[in-house]
């Protein structure tokens, strides 16, 4: 429904000659401008439809470095621990 009122794809007819205010003769130019137009706003509305389901990809790379600098924080507590056992036997 939503790309049937945009005219993408569709020959011209007088409904959408009114809407652009084109009278006269319609030549190639204008036709090609007409479709190009029609056919950014049914792209632009596919992404804003679509954007929910893109990934944030600046997250996911501030929560891998947070995951890996968790991971050394433990390893080098592990490795504190077993050398203050050392130490202590």
């Known amino acids: ?50 954007e929910v389901m893109w990934t944030d990809y600046e997250y996911e790379e501030t929560q891998a470095k947070l995951d890996i600098a968790d991971m050394i924080l433990e390893t080098l507590a592990d490795e504190a621990r077993d050398i203050l056992k050392q130490i202590r036997s």
């Open 1 to 50: 429904m939503e790309w049937s009122r945009t005219f993408a794809g569709a020959l011209p007819c007088s409904e959408l000659l009114k809407e652009y205010g084109i009278r006269g003769p319609l030549d190639e130019d204008k036709l090609t401008m007409l479709r190009e137009e029609r056919l950014a706003l049914v792209l632009a509305s596919e992404i804003e439809e679509n």
